[in-house]
């Protein structure tokens, strides 16, 4: 079957009243076996395993190719699992165009364990290499990466790190398996904020680790999910396999709908810049073509003339785009990132990071070409 197909019906279960769609298992509790010992249903306790969070651990799993997928209640509590997994004194090789919260993990709950991190621009494999001390542990890339959307030749982080024997991790957030498989490229671990376009309509916070092969970090990682408890309630897994149903049909209009809007932007003149791997003049068009399928994602984000002043103005000024963080649902939405990243943010004033929803295209446009003209 197609991935679209198996997106509906993988992992689905069955109860006694014949529902078409899984219920909602809300029970923490499971009953034992009559021999007192065992527990027939497969389940025990919900922090260690529900039949919802199953049921999408098997639909993930499914969508990115990988053998076994581990959930968590957000996608930076997934993060931080595989931090975890490193041990102390470990050294990190992080994207300089990281998204912020996962660096201000690594910079502000890590230090008393020794964990420390560089910064490397990863679309240059020669840094990425030349960054590996005797302590690196792990590579982690994020592709399109946020909020500048730079994309990385994932087949050559998989190769550096294969060689060094580190761990390689590629946050797919705004890649989604519709886009990118990470794992077929040699990358072990995937990364989601599940809370972004796999959910789909900003109601569910979620995160995921999609893993290549089932090895001891898997194994170590379902450990931390089930005795650590930082899991999605039945509620969340239930949505998420709802959205998921929808998600082969949501996400080529994402990408449509911000290609045009791209292209119109590209030629505004009050635009300096328009940051999105669809575009053939876009420094990173072709390492995108190379290993990106369907379409180029959602997002793209735009550098705005005239400083934090007027990307400020236009951010506030539009009617459709709502002014508000977070990404991937059906809605359009828009915002400028400096100002909520804070003082470590490495993103320029004036830049303005849009996600392009699944409104009509022709609305969108002419959302922004008002917008433009009350500069």
């Known amino acids: 079957m197609h991935k679209q197909t198996k997106a509906i019906h993988t992992g689905n279960f069955a109860d006694i009243s014949g529902a078409v769609m899984p219920p909602i298992i809300l ?34 799993a499914m969508l990115e190719g990988g053998q076994t997928c581990i959930t968590f209640a957000s996608g930076l509590t997934a993060a931080m699992a595989v931090f975890q997994s490193l041990g102390a004194g470990s050294h990190l090789i992080l994207p300089d165009d990281i998204y912020f919260g996962v660096r201000n993990i690594v910079a502000t709950l890590y230090p008393h364990w020794g964990l420390h991190f560089s910064l490397v621009d990863m679309t240059d494999l020669a840094q990425v290499a030349q960054a590996i001390t005797p302590q690196t542990k792990l590579i982690w890339t994020e592709t399109p990466s946020n909020p500048q959307l730079k994309v990385v030749d994932l087949e050559g982080i998989a190769k550096i790190a294969k060689h060094h024997q580190l761990l390689s991790v590629c946050d797919n957030t705004w890649g989604t398996p519709y886009f990118q498989n990470p794992l077929s490229l040699g990358i072990d671990i995937v990364h989601h904020s599940t809370t972004k376009y796999l959910g789909g309509h900003s109601d569910i916070l979620g995160g995921a680790l999609i893993f290549k092969e089932q090895g001891t970090i898997a194994e170590f990682i379902r450990s931390y999910q089930q005795v650590g408890g930082a899991v999605p309630s039945p509620f969340d897994c239930w949505l998420l396999c709802r959205s998921l ?56 984000s735009i550098l705005v003339k005239g400083g934090q002043e007027k990307a400020l103005k236009l951010a506030s000024g539009l009617k459709i785009f709502k002014h508000a963080t977070s990404l991937g649902g059906v809605e359009s939405l828009i915002e400028h ?30 959302d922004f070409e008002e917008g433009l003209a009350k500069l």
């Open 27 to 60: 029970s923490t509790t499971f009953e034992r076996g009559e021999d007192g010992l065992s527990f027939p249903s497969g389940y025990m306790y919900s922090r260690y395993d529900n039949p919802n969070r199953h049921a999408l651990e098997e639909k993930l």
């Open 337 to 366: 990132r400096k100002s909520i990243e804070g003082e470590l943010s490495q993103s320029p004033e004036n830049l303005l990071r849009i996600s392009v929803g699944i409104e009509h295209i022709d609305d969108l446009i002419k």
């Open 245 to 300: 149903a929808t998600f082969h049909a949501r996400m080529p209009i994402h990408a449509s709908n911000a290609l045009l809007l791209a292209e119109f932007l590209n030629q505004h003149p009050q635009i300096e810049k328009v940051m999105y791997p669809g575009l053939p003049n876009n420094e990173y068009h072709l390492v995108a073509k190379k290993q990106m399928k369907n379409g180029f994602g959602g997002m793209l």
